[in-house]
């Protein structure tokens, strides 16, 4: 009885909303320990310090987004196996969402105002690629993960030389995101239609183009 009470969809309700919450309150941990652990501090310059800030902001939206995408597909999916998937994914996106918060915190900087809207944006994004199918979901992760991998490529490119903390911690990130894509094809993943692929590719501009500064 108590086994199939978790699968009851009143309990998801309440599981996901509760996640919501967490997350939109920056409430999060991680289960590994953060990659940029034993590295150094460099110096920075205040503008290098502001330009590091403002692109893992980006990357902690990113994993706010993450969360919103995987609690509603996990919400929403129709196997056990492919729910499970996507809960073990969630939890180790939440590490990088603790490990960003930390960054930001040492950076003298802070998440973006704007993560109830970007948490939302997804959540609906997550809801419908779940709606059309396990397969269709896993094709969503496919291509989310393909883009914030080369999102994440461009980071390590445009971060300070000498941040090593920030490269420690991205570097770990699109490791974990190349593994979550590579996972979901093993399940069966469907590739997402064009229309959702280009909203998808529009929602990631967006939230780009105004958590650096906000």
């Known amino acids: 009885m108590d086994a199939n009470r978790h699968h009851h969809p009143l309990d998801r309700f309440i599981a996901s909303a509760d996640k919501a919450l967490r997350v939109v309150a920056g409430v999060a941990s991680a289960s590994r320990p953060n990659p940029a652990a034993h590295t150094d501090d460099a110096v920075l310059s205040e503008s290098e310090q502001r330009h590091a800030a403002g692109l893992m902001r ?4 990113g994993e706010v987004m993450a969360q919103a995408l995987y ?3 996990a919400r929403f999916a129709r196997s056990d196996e492919i729910r499970a998937q996507f809960e073990l994914a969630s939890r180790e996106e939440e590490d990088h969402l603790a490990w960003t918060a930390q960054r930001l915190h040492e950076l003298g900087s802070q998440p973006s105002v704007l993560n109830p809207l ?5 959540y609906a994004l997550g809801t419908v690629a779940a709606v059309m199918g396990d397969a269709r979901s896993l094709g969503f992760v ?23 903390k920030s490269r420690a911690i991205v570097e770990q990130m699109k490791s974990d995101e190349v593994a979550h894509g590579e996972k979901a094809r093993e399940l069966g993943a469907e590739e997402a239609p064009l229309p959702a692929r280009m909203a998808m590719t529009a929602m990631g501009k967006l939230m780009t183009s105004t958590a650096y500064y906000i």
Do not use: I, W
Not at 118 to 122: H, K, M, V
Not at 143 to 157: F, G, I, K, N
């Open 71 to 73: 609690n509603s597909q």
């Open 118 to 122: 970007f948490y939302a944006g997804a």
């Open 58 to 61: 980006v990357n902690h939206v």
């Open 142 to 164: 496919v291509e989310t993960e393909r883009q914030v991998e080369a999102h994440l490529a461009s980071h390590l490119d445009k971060l300070p030389p000498q941040d090593a």
